[in-house]
DNA sequence: CGCATAATTGATAACTCTCAACGGTTGTGG
DNA sequence: CCACAACCGTTGAGAGTTATCAATTATGCG
């Protein structure tokens, strides 16, 4: 790992760093569901991490096309910039508690620290990773492979084993794939019918049958 | 911008601050035309910087599928990981000339300096913010839109006014846009009838008679 | 000059989008 | 508690955009 100081070895999350390693002080907000958490080209105030919940950052485009970027749940932090102002807008998916730290403070511990410093180079690089392998999805993929693909993330991120319950709709899935949301409902219900997936309750819960079949969609 | 201590205000690139301010040693090399790089997956001992010439970085899937994250040109540095191994391949379009700094003294040097550890975070967040702007083509965005959107980054980027002339083949280009070299060639020639663009001897050589216009395409 | 590579163009197919209708769920207010 | 509205998800038919396959022309290099 790229410069590997006196940080712990394994922090669970890059966030993490800012605040137990450096002391600066964060405060706890309840955002409803869909909510706005900032907006594009807003100056950015604070860096965020979820507490609990689901938020999606995204940009617009004309026609009211909108591309997600990224979900954010449990854990994760966002809105980090290294200019001053925001590149995306957030909003909450579900009913969303988030932690948000000063900028101007983080700033002034990275000056200092270099524990801070790592962990805001750890975060920008966790993005870029995970931006970097959506393009690969974006740029390559067919309807299914992107439907399996999310699936495979999605499971892969929630805690909970068994059954996946998806905060988001399927239009916010399809921001995020790059697809209609008819085309997502479609994807879906060709998995469920070979027996890859299948819905518990309502739509949005989902239990993966097939995990093997998943995954070779997914690596296609 | 995000950590204003004593680093240059307006430094030229990301990268020029690893040798100049923390005197990381570097060396030259020459890639022919069609060289790799440095493959995915394999560990990262270097990071680059482009002095002449032109990179191409990718991801594969199967079926020949090919993703370019992005092109670098003179003044671009690539090849950062955060983590031990590069997630990209990496191969020079046409001649090139680099500069390779060990990763291990760039390490080495950012664990007792900040300005060297800004340099590195500032690099991520330059591909951060270019990873994210594609993302909003490669999901949203037409053909003409994505050819359109790559002249003005191309035409941005390079130094030279007057004609583009381009390193890259026209499937090249298409893997970077998530299209087929047909459809790029199919929009090229659209654009050029609509008396947007012009070429200028070969292929190759784009001259923008239309920028209004294209910029109009562009930001559709 | 000739061959290999690159780019264009055309015809057709395939995939995804668009438009539309319908069924289901949830939440709210009478 | 029920009725209704709003939202969500599915499904179908057809259109549109881009991909695929194929042929031709252009370019560059030995």
């Not at 999606?56 to 932090?77: C, E, P, T, V």
């Not at 966790?126 to 499971?155: I, K, W």
């Not at 991120?157 to 319950?165: M, P, T």
């Amino acid at each position: 790992m790229l410069v590997t100081i006196n940080a712990p070895p394994q922090a669970p999350a890059a966030f993490d760093g800012l605040n137990t390693a450096a002391q600066v002080p964060s405060l706890e907000f309840d955002y409803p569901k869909g909510t706005e958490i900032f907006g594009a080209s807003e100056p950015a105030q604070y860096i965020y991490q979820v507490i609990e919940g689901a938020v999606r950052s995204y940009q617009l485009l004309s026609h009211g096309r909108r591309q997600i970027g990224a979900f954010h749940l449990a854990g994760d932090g966002f809105g980090l910039e290294f200019d001053d102002v925001h590149r995306f807008s957030a909003e909450a998916v579900i009913s969303t508690k988030l932690r948000l730290v000063k900028r101007q403070s983080v700033e002034r511990s990275a000056q200092g620290d270099l524990v801070t410093m790592l962990s805001l180079l750890r975060m920008t690089s966790t993005s870029l990773r995970h931006a970097e392998d959506h393009l690969l999805l974006l740029g390559q993929r067919t309807a299914l492979e992107r439907v399996a693909n999310f699936l495979v993330e999605m499971e892969h991120r929630s805690a909970a084993a068994g059954v996946l319950a998806l905060p988001m709709n399927r239009r916010d899935i399809a921001d995020y794939l790059g697809l209609t949301l008819e085309t997502v409902s479609r994807a879906l219900t060709a998995l469920k019918q070979s027996g890859v997936i299948k819905f518990m309750g309502t739509q949005r819960d989902i239990v993966v049958t097939d995990t093997g079949r998943l995954a070779e969609i997914d690596l296609c």
